[in-house]
T-cell receptor, first 108, second 116 residues
Framework: DAKTTQPTSMDCAEGRAANLPCNHS???????VYWYRQIHSQGPQYIIH???NNETNEMASLIITEDRKSSTLILPHATLRDTAVYYC?????????FGSGTKLNVKP | GAVVSQHPSRVICKSGTSVKIECRSL??????MFWYRQFPKQSLMLMAT?????????EQGVEKDKFLINHASLTLSTLTVTSAHPEDSSFYIC????????????FGSGTRLTVV
């Protein structure tokens, strides 16, 4: 599985877009980029995943660079409930190894 | 969507006793499930892969005789922490992937184990 690198923490104002970067320079061609988040003392929650193309769902958008070495998760209008640790994972439907993630603090 | 139920959500046990944690896929079949452990302020650490009808495979450094895994059906995997010690106190989380799904994995809500 691809090793991922994320900033330790980020702040975002409520109502603004939150852009969370992830570097996955060692990702292989058949590995998807997955994003999960974990709110304190809960299990991780699936957000979105993609292979090459940008993806959007009701929760977020995922922008993957053309060389697939990095990606950005976009929460278009962050709310206080989006405060969580966000994990970027590279996997080909095999095991998920979690990195240290980004603690997103959404502030009023 | 896919739901994974984990039970119990919290458990306190005495040192030396064993504790069983259940992980159920409620509305889908899962040949493979995974068990993670998470210490405070740390990330999730993969412990083992639970395979229906066969032996679990453990990550390096995880004691298979201490963390017994049984995956007897396509919807249930159990993790038994044997001879628990205070250092086993942690947050244990399971995950499962729908066999015919294209998503990643659905995670349970976790079990907080405290060994006293």
């Amino acid at each position: 599985d691809a090793k991922t690198t994320q900033p330790t923490s980020m702040d975002c104002a409520e109502g603004r877009a939150a852009n969370l970067p992830c570097n996955h320079s060692t990702i292989s061609g058949n590995e998807y980029v997955y994003w999960y988040r974990q709110i304190h003392s809960q299990g991780p929650q699936y957000i979105i995943h993609g292979l090459k193309n940008n993806e959007t769902n009701e929760m977020a958008s995922l922008i993957i660079t053309e060389d697939r070495k990095s990606s950005t998760l976009i929460l278009p209008h962050a709310t206080l409930r989006d405060t969580a640790v966000y994990y970027c994972i590279g996997s080909n439907f095999n095991k998920f190894y979690f990195g240290s993630g980004t603690k997103l603090n959404v502030k009023p | 969507g896919a739901v994974v139920s984990q039970h119990p959500s919290r458990v306190i046990c005495k040192s030396g006793t064993s504790v069983k944690i259940e992980c159920r896929s409620l509305d889908f079949q899962a040949t493979t499930m995974f068990w993670y452990r998470q210490f405070p302020k740390q990330s999730l650490m993969l412990m083992a892969t639970s395979n229906e009808g066969s032996k679990a495979t453990y990550e390096q450094g995880v004691e298979k005789d201490k963390f017994l895994i049984n995956h007897a059906s396509l919807t249930l995997s159990t993790l038994t922490v044997t001879s628990a010690h205070p250092e086993d106190s942690s947050f244990y989380i399971c995950s499962a992937r729908e066999d015919r799904g294209s998503y990643g994995y659905t995670f349970g809500s976790g079990t907080r184990l405290t060994v006293v």
